[in-house]
């Protein structure tokens, strides 16, 4: 059950340089933790918490770590040697890194990111013609060639680049100024991130996410939810 996000202006809140920071402090979490107990910990809460809210797409998504570490355990049969805990170890990471990345999707979109290309709009739109030309000399060209047959080529380019280039302004709303608001969440997110660097990386790890769900006003819509599902 989605009850973490319901309203657009709540999904919003989070200012796009906090969401920037905060998928890559959670994407980082499986590579600072050294000891399969941290990782055990960690992949642990993340699984209680996809139980909690009934969404079982990272079930599918864990049969990779599994198929993995049976495949480097294969050799045990035919009586080959293995480092039995490294495997044991990349697996744990694996599944973690994959229950981290399903967790930042669950708690932001990436699309909240979309504000910070305005920063270089014109680099922006430099790569879209870039990418979008190629295609378009390979779909109009013949057809641009047969129709201006007596007009130079560099304006037959310029006819099938403006013919089909691919929109480039589809980019969400500028971005906003930072607020006092957001300027604390980005200091708390950017002080966890360095905390996954010192011995209590499983405290910073399991609190993040927490973070993220009260300061997006998840719990509060939840608690909405559930009273509003109580009483009708």
């Known amino acids: 059950m989605q009850w973490l996000i319901f309203s657009k202006a709540e ?19 499986p590579f600072f933790l050294q000891t399969h107990v941290s990782i055990l910990f960690v992949l642990t809460g993340h699984l209680l918490f996809f139980t909690w809210i009934r969404q079982w797409d990272v079930l599918r998504y864990l ?6 570490i049976g495949m480097m355990y ?9 480092d039995s805990y490294g495997i044991w170890l990349t697996g744990l990471t694996v599944a973690l890194f994959v229950t981290s990345s399903q967790l930042t999707f ?6 909240q990111m979309g504000p910070l290309f305005r920063m270089l709009p014109r680099l922006t739109r430099l790569t879209g013609m870039v990418l979008a030309i190629i295609p378009s000399l390979l779909r ?4 641009v060639k047969m ?4 007009q130079p080529v560099a304006e037959k380019m310029e006819r099938v680049a403006l013919y089909h280039l691919l929109p480039v302004e589809a980019v969400p709303s500028p971005l906003r100024r930072l607020t006092r608001s957001d300027l604390l969440i980005g200091l708390v997110i950017a ?18 996410p927490g973070l993220v769900m009260f300061s997006k006003g998840g719990i509060r819509d939840a608690y909405h939810h559930y009273r509003r599902r109580k009483f009708t």
Do not use: C, D, Q
Not at 11 to 26: G, I, W
Not at 191 to 208: D, E, F, H, K, N
């Open 74 to 82: 294969a050799p045990l049969l035919i009586g080959a040697s293995v």
């Open 147 to 150: 129709s201006h047959a007596k």
């Open 11 to 29: 999904r919003e809140r989070l200012h796009p340089l906090n969401v920037a920071l905060f998928v890559v402090a959670m994407l980082s979490v």
């Open 63 to 68: 049969t990779l770590p599994l198929i993995y």
């Open 140 to 143: 109009t060209w013949p057809e």
């Open 191 to 208: 002080g966890m991130y360095i905390a996954l660097w010192s011995p209590v990386a499983v405290v910073s790890a399991l609190m993040l």
């Open 106 to 111: 669950t708690l932001v979109r990436l699309e």
